[in-house]
C-alpha cells in the first residue's frame, strides 16, 4: 500500500504539486469565486496551500535530517517554491484572464 506521507521522491511531489494546481484551475472555470461569494476555487486554494506547506515542512525535515540525496533536496526545493508561486501568480490575476 502506497502511504501519502512517505513520499520522498521529487516526481512524486511535482505530480502531487500538478494535480492539486489542474484542480485549482478546474474548480475556477466549474465555479469561480467572483462579486456573488466565494465558489469552489476558494476551498481548492486553500487546501492546495496546506498541501505546499505540508511539503515545505517535509523539504525542511530532509534538509536537517540529511535523509535524501542532495540533488533530491535541491529537486524538492525548486518544485515547493514554483508551486507557491504558481498560486500567488494565480491569486493576483484576473479572474477571467485564466
Known amino acids: 500500500m502506497f502511504k501519502f506521507w512517505k513520499t520522498n521522491k521529487p516526481f512524486l511531489i ?13 474548480t475556477h472555470h466549474l465555479y469561480p469565486t467572483n462579486m ?6 476558494f476551498p481548492a486554494v486553500v487546501i492546495y496551500l496546506l498541501i505546499n506547506a505540508l511539503f515545505f515542512g517535509k523539504t525542511l525535515f530532509h534538509i536537517f535530517k540529511k535523509t535524501a540525496p542532495a540533488l533530491d ?6 518544485i515547493n517554491v514554483t508551486g507557491f508561486m504558481s498560486i500567488v501568480l494565480l491569486l493576483f490575476t484576473p479572474a477571467n484572464a485564466y
Request: charged residues 5%.
Open 14 to 26: 511535482l505530480l502531487y504539486y500538478a494535480i492539486g494546481f489542474g484542480l485549482v484551475i478546474g
Open 36 to 41: 456573488v461569494g466565494p465558489g469552489l476555487d
Open 73 to 78: 533536496i535541491v529537486f524538492m526545493l525548486v
